[in-house]
Structure formats: C-alpha cells, structure tokens
C-alpha cells in the first residue's frame, strides 16, 4: 500500500483528493494536514466522510509527513510550496503540488503574472509539469510534480493535436472558457454566495487569467514557436465543470473528418480523453469523472476550427488528474482507483 | 460474476442501476431491455457511458432474459411488473422489481391508491419487501424482491425505532418530506421543464401521495397496530435528494440522548444508516450515496419528537438498494460496490 | 411626496427596500444610510441600480435622518434599534423598523429568546405590529412601526383564520417553512456559499427559530388562550420565497368547502392574500410580489387540515410589507408602488 | 389608452409581454390570443395573474383583432406570422412580430437558413427591423414592426460602435454567447427538463444558429462591406440572461479609454443601453429590465477587443423592446412601462 498524506485537505480539491484516496485500492491514507481545522475529525467538517473515516486533522508540515509518506500531496495557495519543498524532502517521498508554484518555468513570468517572487529557483527545473497524457514519460521517473490548473488542462488537451500538426494560425486562438463556482475555491467572499452567483453569468479576469502563461507555455512547446492566446474565463451558475471553447482559424484545407482524425490518432492510447463523434461535449458528461470530452466543429464561413473541451475542474482539472499522476509514477495501472463514470442526472 | 439484466434501463432509475453494477466486482450487466430505445447505444443515450461499455438496448422480456440472467431488475412505472413476472420466470432467475406492483400486500389498498387491478394476487405474497435493514432475513431467501419507494424508504427507516419500541402516539405522525426532481422521473411534463421548477418549491399530492400506505404497511408492521399517517411530499429545485421531517407526540419521557441511543441500538450493525451526533442531516452528504442519515430532535414546549432523514432518491431510494438486495440474496457483502462516499461539492 | 430615508441599505432587505421605493410614485429617497459602504455610490455595491441613481451611502445616524424625513425605514440586525430610536426621534419622523427589536412585547420572551437585554421598554408599548392584514386600523395611527419577520408573515395569515374560528386544536399546531437563501441575509458565511448550499437542502433551528415566540404571540391573540406551536424552518436552494405548511387536527366537523369560505371571508377585503381555488401556491407565482397566497387540504384519514402559505421573503416577508406599512399611516392607497405581477420564469 | 392584443401570449416571451402590458400606464390589453388554451382563464395558466386579471384565451385571428387593437403583437414561431399578417390588416391595426419572418430582408438568406419557403415577399420590405437604437425613425413610422432576436439585440448592441467606425478586422468577429434556458421557449423536450440542464453547460448550433444572418445583416448595414462572422450560443443553468462576449481585432491603434469614449458618444442618448466604467456586465444586473450593459475590454498581447454585452434574453431581448417599438411608434416616452430595475437577489 501507498502511504499518502495531503497537506490542505480541507479545500474542495484536498477533500476531493481524500475521498479519492481513501477509495483507492492500493492507498492508505496517513494524514491529513490542515492549519485551520487541526484537532477537527475529518468527518465533522465534512459530513460525507461521517461512518468512513475516523482521522483527525493536524498541524503538521511536509518535512514530518515525507519520513512517513510515500506520497505526499499539497494542496494549497500558491506561495507556499515553493517554500517548504525542499531537496532533502524530495530524497525521502514523492511530492505531487497541486498549486501553481511549480508549473511555470520562467521565473520572470510567473512572477509577473503572480505578482510574488518565486523562492525556489533551484526546484523549479527538476518539477515535472504533470499533465498526464503529454508528460506521461517524464512522470514516470519524477520525484516532484506540479498538477496543471483546471482552465489549463482543458485548454491545453483540447489544442494540443491542432498546434502539433500545425494546423492553425497560432496567432488567432481565443479560448472562451466557463467554469463551476467551485473553481474559486473555499474562500468566504461576498461575490461567491449562493445570492450573489446563483442565477447569473459573468466573464472575469479578461485576458488575465493566470492560467494563461501556462497554457501558452504547454502550447509552446508542442510546435517550438512563441505566441499569445487570449484566454477568458467565466463563473457559471453550477457547482463543478469546465467547458472550454477554442477558436481558431484553420491554416490547413482540412475536413472536419480528417481533423477529427488527427484528435483520435493524437489521443490514441488514452483513456481519459474521449473524442466524441455524435454529440458536443456538456459537463454533465464527465463531471465526478477523471475524462475530457472533446468535440469538433468547423465553421467554413469563417474559415474556423472551433474545439470544445469539457472537464471536471476538481477531478482532471485537480485531484484525479494528481491521483493518475501518482499512479504513473508509482507504476500501478494508469486509471486505478479514478475510473469513474458520472452519475447522472448530477 | 452475477449475470444481471436490467429492464427499463433507460430512466433514471434504470440508468443509475447500470452504472452501479458496471463498476460492482461481482457483476456482468448482460443485457438492456428498454422498448423505447430498442438497437441504439446505452451510450448514445447516456453520454456519461461514453467509452464505458457499449452495449445495445434490446427490446427483450423478461422470458428470455431470465434464461440468461442471475438477476432481472425491473425499472418500470407501475402495472408491468406484476403482468410479466411469473412463478415460471422465477424458477429461472431472481427478480429484483424497482416499482411498486408488488410492495403493497393488501390488494384493496393497493387498487385504491394505484386506482387500477392488481394483475397478479398469486406472486404477492411471495414477493419479499425489500427494506433490506427491516427485511434482511426474508431478502436472504427471496426469489422475487420489490424494492420500496424512496420517499418509503426514508420515512421507515427514521420512525421505525419509536413506533417498535412505543414511543410515540401513532395518530399523531405526520411526515413532510421534500424531494429533488429525478424522484418525478424522465417524463417530459411541462411542470418539470427547468424553467418551471427552478427557484421555486411547492407541495404536492397532499395527503393522497401513493408512497403513504406503502410507509403505513411497513409501520404497522412493527407495532402490530392499525393507524394512519398524514404524508405531504413537496418538490425542491435540485436534482436529487429526499429530506424528510417526521413528528410525532413523545409518549414516554425520554432524553433526547435516551431516543439517540435507542436508535443507536436498533441500527446498531446497519452500515447504511447513519445516526448523527453534532449535525443535522443535509442531502449534499448522503448524494450519490447508499446512506440514510438519521437525525432526532424534541420539542419539549409542544412535547414532540421530531426525526429529519436524508436519503438520496435514486441510490438508497431504488437503484442502490436493489443493489443492497442483490447482495444480500446472493450471498454477498453488504456493501459490496455500493459504498460510496458522497462527491462534495456535489 | 414623502421623504424616505433608509439606514442599513445595503442589505437584501435593505437594498429591496430601496429598489421599491425608487419606483414608488409618492416617494423620494433622500438618504441612503450605511456603515459598511459609507462614500460609495449606491449603484457601485448593486449594480443593479447603475443609471437609475447616483445616491451615495451615508454614514449618518437616526437623529438627522428625522430632520430631513418623513419615514425613516430601518433595515439592521437586531439591537440597534431598540438603542437608537427615541421619542424625540418619533416626534420628527415615523419609524418603520425591518429587525426585530419591537416585535415581542413581552421582554422576557425577548430576552430569552434573542438572548439579548432589551434597550428600549419605553417605546415597545407603543410600536405597532406591522402585519397590514391584522393590524391595520393601529398602523394607520402608529409613529412606530414593528415589521414582522418574513416566516412569521407567512406563517400567520396561513393560520389566523382557523384560530380566529376557533376550528383546530391548538396544541396540535406544526409549521413546517421553508425559505430561499437570501432569508439568511448577506453575512459572508461558509454555509451560505454557492457551493455549500446549492443542490441540498437541509432543516435548521428546529423548534428553537426566533420568529417562534413572534408568530405565537400573534396568534394567541386571535383567540386570548395560550399555546405554543412547533416551528421548523429549512433552507432550500433557491435565492427568493417562503414555502409554509400548517398541519393541525381539526376540532371541527367542517367540509374543506367550508373552511374555503372562511378564509374567503377573513380576507374578504385583502388584495394582497389570495386564497387559491384550484391549484396551491407554489413560490414562483408570488415571487417579486407583495402577495400571500394561501392553499387548503383537508387529510380525512388523519382528520388534519394543511395550510400551504407562501410568500416572498424579502417583499411581504420584508420590504413590501414596509412599503404597505408606509402606505396605510400616510394614507395611500394600499398598493400604491407594490403591485407587483410576479415575473415568469423567475 | 391603447388597445393591444397579443396573439402567442401563452408562451414565455408572450407571457411577459401581457405581463409589462397590464402594467403599462397607456395600455389596455384587449385579448389573449392562444390556440392552445382556449377558452381558459389565462390565471389558470399563469398563477402570477391570479387576482390581476380574469381575462380568458381566445382562439382568435389577426383579422379580429385588426378590428378592435391599436396594436397586435405576435408571439409565435417563425412561419405563421408572414402568411397572416397583410396589407389590410395593416390597414387597421399595427403589428409588432417578435417572431423571426420578417427580420432578414434577403428572402434566399432566410430560406437558406429556416429551411422554408418566406410566404410574403410583399410585405417584407415595409416590415421595419426593430431594434430600436439603431432604427428609431424608421419605427416611428412603421406599421409593421420586427423585433430582434434576443442574441441578435446582445450581439449588435455590443459591437455597433466598433464596425460603425471601422475599428476592427471584421473577418474576424467571434461571438461568444451564453443563454438562459428561457431561450429555448415552453415545449417539452427531454434536453430542456430540470434535470437535464440543470448544473450542466454546452454549447449548440456552433456557427449554425438562425441568429447568426440577422447579426450580420445590421452589422453589414453599418459600413456597408460584406463579412460573416463566427456566432457560438450556449445553454447556462439559469432561467434568463444573455451574456454575449465579441471579440475581434482591433484595426485601429486606440486605448481603451478610447474606445470607450467611442460607445460613450455613440450610445449618449440611449437609455437603455449602460456603457459601464468599472465593473463587467453580469447578468443579474438586468435581469427583469430593457437594459443592455455593455463592458469593454482591450487584450494587447493579442491585440484584440473584446465586449461584455448583457440583457434579459425575454425583456430587451424580446417583450421588453417589443413595448419598447410601440412606445416609440406611438409617440409615448419610450422608456414608458418598461423603466425596470432588477430586482436582486434574482
């Protein structure tokens, strides 16, 4: 059995990462670290895990946790990863950062973007990005590993295929994408109250999302060029998915058959990523789930290709995403333990 | 493995059943009958099996089916089941029946409430009603189970403890229960468009919902005594879930703590029902759950007790608990590929 | 045109309040007092008034508002206004307080109940009920006016007609409520985030609410004899609207035709009840209105009469309610500036 | 008093439209045209009319009603208002459609795109496109109005200015738009049940949606070039509301002070249309209103600008600018009977 603890487990995704792990077969959960809630049961702030789980959370840091754990788990604001990870932690356990402190190489753009310095410039190269299906040989042999965002793993899997084949003009992506209001996380502010977004939609953060320069940096990569994206997200009045539409204008006389093509052969092995055929991709369809739906359109009017991408934001864009991580690199069957199917209706 | 067919796969009930026992471990789900959906794929109809299975509906009878099931579940509105279930069916297969044909054993009573014929008085008595935590013995040896109703389900389980040890004055109880729109099933009625029940609540079927006699049954049972409950059920804008408050006049002068600890003692071995201590049950923690959690409360100004139960409708309230049955006539563990922790934030 | 001003503001109710007011053809808002956002433009903090006003919160106190108005309306949490109106400030300007601090006579009821000192003996004899359907020959007189709680409202126009007749047992009295989230306030608390509440529905304060002792004194004093009612409030995951039922045994030997007629009758002149005929009130159809709409059952098995009551929490359980208060004691017609048509799909 | 007669007034947007008329100060509602509820209360229907009005449904025609209304307006699906209304009819009564046959003047671009025949060629020419900012003097003089679509007024609203002043590429418009299920309308099909679209999103019709030609025939109309633009809708779990993001390339080097300025001066006069300064359209804010809000943006790694537009889908989007068209072919003030703020919490 895998020795894992969570360090924040008191947050949507470290609740959700221990409702995972506490039903996976190969894993048994240490200890759940929280600041607010140490001396608390588990089960008396959350009362789903009333009968499951007797553990009480504690005070603890991750330099305790990694001479007991296998793995250890963070999930918490960015800015404090990066300084309580250390070399010497990482000789002892595996550490799986599920904030953003290690998923931006260049130093200036994270701070820029973060609007903090970064402490921990030496670790920085040696995280392995943790977006399963495009690191996946990388994650095998990592010791540290920073989870993706949720905007950014659906951003990113959706373009992947067209930007690897160079199939778009890079300089045209728009990503219009709309997430569930767990995505804000726990925090108690007046804009997240049931009165305040319940029966309304909004943009935010237009063109500043800090999702952005990761999506840009994965992108990047895939075809060695340097571009923007615009990217916008939304709050939509439910509690959990992602749905993301990528536009872009086709620089390639593709049908949309031999598009989709290209997306199933790029997507050949994984079961996580569907490409549907019949239907468009709706949350409802993977929220509880570990899988991105994609679906794919052209508009020959306007000479686009427009890539619907639909996630959990709080399983692949989050917890289950890091449990196929750790299921990667502790070599168990990549889809153990998260192989869900969503119940429906929600 | 258990060779399970389901009938009338397709509603909500139906579908919930399919995706617990494609995930059960001691399960092969062998065929889908539906008339409706007959030679198209369940996945087709249910995204959310997308790459899961792909299995065809089938326009099948229960006949054929038991020829090759362990198991037959039936999901269909009422009147079906006791037309096509027969003596000769059952010497084939167990039969696990979701609707209501064969829950109320009082022919008048049923043909009353359900203002239609009983079509088989043969198998009735046969049919073993299937509250598993109240009929597990019987459930053990049955060849035909019908599985209670939701709103049933939730209101036996929390006054079962006053009404077998005497607690309360049995002309006084009235249950007021609140439910989530799948408990309406797939029907597509202008009342259940979303528009039309968002952001609105109301009663309906005031004392004259069909669940009343089917709870009074049950309760009479456990006292031997003949009276009556008034039974108000009301629709609540989410998709699942069943609250239900039970009053009742406290005979005897108890403690709250003394009524706790009788209940704790009656469910004492029952995994699936949750007494709680320092909360008050709410839906978002049994959803997606086989649980039902029980709470208790008195009002010494008016001297009532009064018991608020939570269930969610399409798990412990059908296809969960059919579940619970096929365990136990099978010879299984309980809680064998039912038990989940609720998925938070739902 | 009456000058209005408004101290807590910036609440729900306040802000309702202010909506109605702006739109009320004999009134002109001349203050809008706050602490919290004091120096900001109304229609920065409720966007919703963006190009309506450019009315700036003021810091101010009861005092100077009574110079310069001719109805002061207070929307704040209980204890201040017992603190801050006098009798001087009466002899200036009419009061219409929204919390709750006027509403119990007895002090000790009071005290015990908000567990709280009462500051302010002298005024309460003097301060009017402000439930419009009761008390309106008071109101037309009164330099004070207490407006009732939104539970309370529903509560005892669902009940005041059987009590008045003398036609149920009163010790036998349940109410059963259930109100939208907004009921809570605007308070930033975890319980009250979107993703806390949305998709559940849970029971809260069961028999220990405070609108209790408030909805029995009303209610005593229909028929001079004393008795207590258990009160149980839910909240339900909808932003707007008070759903009641009132279960009690009845005494008398009367056809649910009859008892029909009484209310009609009790509420003969009552444009802002409406008893239904064939159908129940349903929250939707009084949403945004000032209207209670009150439904009828009998349950002859049970030999129990229902009241289904409902309202909108923040109109006639609140804002409305003061405006109808404010209309009756300056002699405007009733539903000047709050005859509302409920808007559809809300 | 005007005479006004709605023909479709059981569906949403006629339902709305009878509710803004019955409170309208200049406007008497004669009859309720309906064929599916003929001969019943329309309170029976609707139960927010309960006690405002007793009028009855009638099965009647526009002939009729031409005799005995100042104004018909027609809520009805696409294909019957252009084979009823006529040149006598005209004669006799205005008619204000808010269907879609007499909106797109290029009689192959309709037939292309709702796959019918236009059955009335003569008519279409006089038929004045209504959406009022853009067409005013035309619409007073009109006597056959055709009111916008509701994504249609979000959409052209929103991006007026910047093709008015040839400040964008306009190959390369996306529009991005979000709707409540009110969209959709009152039928009965399984996609639109509560719980199917409730907490879930999708996007449909991607670049093939009706509204599309009508958005680029009054974008065309306003620099008289030739482009097509790319239009997504969505469905959101909402009842109303259409949150309509526009992206495009800014041609033209300006600030975003500028291009505000720009909206400022050409939108001076309009009250209904908000340019807002320092927040984002969200929904909520004209949630029961004949506001449009309109929020800008600049992305300068991308250089692109993107607008925020916001309105009630069945208010400015179609009842709301519907009373809005006869107040200004009437002569009244136009802001008469339609001067709403939101109420919030929704």
Not at 9 to 37: C, D, K, N, W
Request: charged share 20%; net charge negative.
């Amino acid at each position: 059995m895998i020795k894992a603890s969570v360090i924040g487990g008191t947050g949507y995704a470290g609740q959700e990462l221990i409702r995972i792990l506490m039903r996976h077969p190969e894993v048994e959960v240490v200890t759940i670290g929280t600041r607010s809630f140490s001396g608390q049961k588990f089960s008396d702030i959350y009362g789903n895990f009333q009968g499951i789980t007797d553990l009480v959370c504690e005070a603890t840091d991750i330099k305790e946790l990694a001479e007991k754990s296998d793995v250890v788990f963070l999930a918490l604001p960015h800015g404090i990863a990066s300084k309580t990870v250390t070399a010497e932690v990482l000789t002892k356990t595996k550490v799986i950062d599920l904030g953003a402190d290690f998923r931006i190489k260049d130093i200036d753009v994270y701070e820029d973007w973060y609007q903090t310095e970064h402490f921990n410039h030496s670790l920085l190269n040696d995280a392995v990005y943790g977006l399963c299906e495009l690191h996946r040989e990388e994650i095998k042999k990592a010791q540290l590993i920073s989870n993706p965002g949720c905007y950014t793993t659906c951003s990113i899997l959706s373009l992947a295929p067209l930007i690897k084949n160079n199939l778009i003009d890079t300089g045209s992506i728009i990503v219009d994408a709309k997430s569930g209001v767990t995505g804000a996380g726990r925090g108690t502010v007046t804009d997240l109250m049931y009165s305040e977004c319940n029966e309304t939609i909004k943009a935010y953060k237009i063109g500043s999302h800090r999702h952005t320069p990761e999506i840009e940096q994965e992108l990047r990569l895939l075809n060695g060029q340097d571009f923007n994206i615009l990217f916008t997200p939304h709050l939509v009045p439910m509690n959990r998915g992602i749905l993301a539409l990528s536009y872009a204008k086709l620089t390639a006389d593709l049908s949309l058959e031999a598009i989709k093509a290209i997306y199933r052969e790029f997507y050949n092995d994984e079961y996580f990523v569907r490409i549907l055929e019949n239907r468009m991709p709706e949350t409802r369809w993977v929220k509880g789930t570990n899988f991105c739906d994609i679906g794919l359109s052209i508009d020959p009017r306007t000479n686009h290709v427009i890539v619907v991408g639909a996630i959990d934001n709080l399983i692949k864009g989050a917890a289950g995403q890091a449990v196929q991580n750790m299921n990667i690199c502790f070599g168990l069957a990549e889809k153990t333990g998260i192989d869900f199917i969503a119940d429906f209706p929600i």
